[in-house]
Structure formats: structure tokens, C-alpha cells
């Protein structure tokens, strides 16, 4: 596991400091405000956005559109970061190592070149191609401008919320499943989501669920691909990092009842089961979720 750690900042783009906010917006916690993330483009509900902030609403309100060909961020970071603490060389680390993986397993599997991104960090709030975001928006892919967006410090307490530590596993899962959505971006898997959900809101979060889970799954073939794990105690780990952010788990912790007609990212069962099979088979082409999930 400590391999995947690097000091090669090269693709990340830290903000941190900037003095940005966010343009005030709420929190998501209980008793915070409504969900502090406005959309560009509305027209149907959209789970790719956000790996864990929209596990604290019913819905996800709008969509941001753009694919993958929206911006060109040619793997060149504004502000390349000094990789120095703990959690900065496992972020550095796996926004790394997670393109070099898909950089050769997307022209094998799909047959289609992969597109080099960062991950920015930020402290409070920063501005994006899908509008204005604050930290309490937890770690999100933006497909309107290509990049991962991740508060560092918020992440971890996140994670000691949701998971119930903050942990090597955790982060590593968290990034690798926010990749898993640029790869959907470029294969235009977002795109066609888009429009099956502004023509048919009806199935919106049915279509929301088997994008979540189709990046849970495309971490967990990273995982199992890069030899990421170094035992049976870790891979635990990392299934009950999964597990931490099903919908079911954190409805119940927030609500105190379970509501699977407002799922957005599928319950901790579905998302242990996708990761898993992405892990023992290292076959993205096996991430089928649409095929399950929506019928």
C-alpha cells in the first residue's frame, strides 16, 4: 500500500488558501442548509457529480453538462503541490498511479485513449465548471471541466463520520472511484445518462445508482490491477469503506429510517458487491451496473 504514496504533485492543482468560500453556501449536515452545490444546467437529477455529498439528500437537484472534451487540462496542474504530508502524498499517490492504470486499461478493454487530469485542492470553497462549491460538497468530479475536486481536511472528517476513521483505504477508494467517473466522462457514459434521465425523470435515480456503482466497481479493478492491497486485514478495509457510504447506512445515521426510492448511489450491499467484482475480476468491461440495475 505505502508504494502507492508519491511527492510528485505534478497533477494536482492546489488552491488551498485562495480565500475563496464558496460564495457562502450551506452545509449538508443535519441542521446545515440546503445542498450548497448550484448545478450549471438543469434537466433531470445526476449522481455523477458527487461521490458522498449527495448521500445526504433525497435527490441531487441538476446536472452539469459538458463532457469530456470541455476542458483541456493536459495533465498540467495551475499550481503544482508539494506532496509532503501523509495525506497529501496518498492523494498525490493515487492521482497518479489511478491514470497510469487507466492510461493502459482504457485502450485495452475499450479501445479508446485515456485523458490526462488533476485533482484540486481547496479550502472552503472554490469555482468550477459546474458552478460554485464548498468544502461541504465532499470530494466531486466536475464533467463539465474535468477535474476531481477534494477539501483535504474536510474529506477526512468525512471519513470518520461516514467510514468511522480516516484511513489510507478510505482516501485511496475515494479517489479512485471520483476517477472511475472521468472515465465515464470519456467514454461518454455521462452524456448518454443525461439524456435518459431529462427524457425519463422517472428513472433518474435508478440511472444515478448504476453510475455510482459502475465507479465503485471501476476502484475496485484499479485495486485489484495495481497489487494495491497487502493483505486480507486491508482489503476489509476497503470493503468497509464502501460499505460506509451506502445510502442505506447513511440514511439511517441521518434520518434514523431507510428510504431505497431516494437512493442516488446504491445501498452499502451494492456498493461492497461492485467493488468486489471490479477487484477480483480487474476487468472494467465487467462494471455492467446499467445492465443490472436499470434493466
Not at 478493454?109 to 481547496?122: D, L
Not at 451494492?270 to 465487467?286: A, E, I, M, S
Amino acid at each position: 500500500m505505502t508504494k502507492i504514496r508519491s511527492t510528485d504533485g505534478s497533477h494536482i492543482d492546489d488552491r488551498r488558501g485562495q480565500g475563496n468560500t464558496g460564495g457562502g453556501l450551506g452545509s449538508l449536515f443535519p441542521g446545515g442548509g440546503s445542498f450548497p452545490f448550484p448545478m450549471k444546467a438543469g434537466g433531470g437529477l445526476l449522481g455523477i457529480v458527487v461521490m458522498l455529498a449527495a448521500l445526504f439528500l433525497p435527490k441531487l437537484l441538476g446536472a452539469a453538462t459538458g463532457t469530456s472534451t470541455a476542458a483541456d487540462t493536459s495533465g498540467s496542474a495551475n499550481n503544482p503541490a508539494s506532496c509532503v504530508t501523509d495525506l497529501e502524498q496518498i492523494v498525490c499517490g493515487v492521482t497518479n498511479d489511478v491514470q497510469l492504470y487507466w492510461a493502459d486499461a482504457l485502450p485495452q478493454f475499450f479501445n479508446t485513449p485515456y485523458q490526462e487530469t488533476n485533482t484540486v485542492w481547496f479550502t472552503g470553497g472554490t469555482t468550477t465548471g459546474c458552478g460554485q462549491a464548498s468544502s461541504e460538497t465532499g470530494p466531486f468530479y466536475c464533467p463539465a471541466d474535468n477535474l476531481v475536486y477534494i477539501d483535504l481536511e474536510f474529506m477526512q472528517q468525512l471519513e470518520e463520520q461516514l467510514i468511522g476513521s480516516a484511513t489510507d483505504l478510505a482516501e485511496q477508494y475515494i479517489l479512485a472511484h471520483e476517477y472511475g467517473h472521468h472515465v465515464q466522462n470519456i467514454l461518454g457514459t455521462n452524456a448518454q445518462v443525461q439524456e435518459i434521465q431529462q427524457n425519463d425523470p422517472d428513472k433518474a435515480n435508478q440511472y444515478s445508482v448504476a453510475m455510482e456503482l459502475q465507479a465503485d466497481c471501476f476502484a475496485g479493478a484499479w485495486v485489484g490491477a495495481r497489487d494495491v492491497l497487502e493483505n486480507e486485514a486491508e482489503l476489509q478495509e476497503a470493503i468497509a469503506a464502501a460499505e460506509g457510504v451506502g445510502d442505506d447506512r447513511i440514511q439511517q445515521k441521518t434520518q434514523g429510517r431507510v428510504d431505497p426510492e431516494s437512493w442516488t448511489h446504491g445501498s452499502a450491499e451494492q456498493r461492497r458487491t461492485w467493488f468486489l467484482k471490479g477487484y477480483n475480476t480487474q476487468d472494467p468491461t465487467q462494471c455492467n451496473t446499467f445492465d443490472e440495475i436499470t434493466g
